[in-house]
């Protein structure tokens, strides 16, 4: 069975940071493609950020850009989100899922297979 466990969200002010960490487990063919998406009530589910492990590349909404930042271990068995700078508006339940994909990772697609269970993060002003 597989598995993603998210950890670390909390309640911040505004300009604090925080680390979240989501714990992968069982098997799939690859955890090349792997994302953070949030979902804050009365909004839609948003991706945030993404990442394939086997080339490097990433992705970021817009409002996070040089803020935030994805990345695994070494083992890539745990996916991270450090989160610097926080703002009320990134007051949401946060995400992480994966994908098993081979060799050809797209870091935009959006399909997902896999989540976990949510972490929420709240920012007061």
């Known amino acids: 069975q597989v598995q993603l466990v998210e950890s670390g969200g909390g309640s911040v002010q505004a300009g604090e940071s925080l680390r979240l960490s989501c714990a992968a487990s069982?098997?799939?063919?690859?955890?090349?493609?792997m994302g953070w998406f949030r979902q804050a009530p009365g909004k839609d589910r948003e991706r945030v950020a993404g990442?394939?492990?086997?080339?490097?590349?990433?992705f970021y909404v817009d409002s996070v850009v040089g803020r935030f930042t994805i990345s695994q271990n070494n083992a890539r068995n745990t996916l991270y989100l450090q989160m610097n700078n926080l703002k009320p508006e990134d007051t949401a339940l946060y995400y992480c899922a994966a994908a098993s994909v081979g060799v050809y990772c797209d870091v935009d697609r959006t399909d997902f297979r896999y989540w976990g269970q949510g972490a929420q993060v709240t920012v007061s002003s």
């Open positions: 069982g098997y799939i063919f690859s955890w090349n493609r």
């Open positions: 990442i394939c492990s086997n080339s490097g590349r990433t």
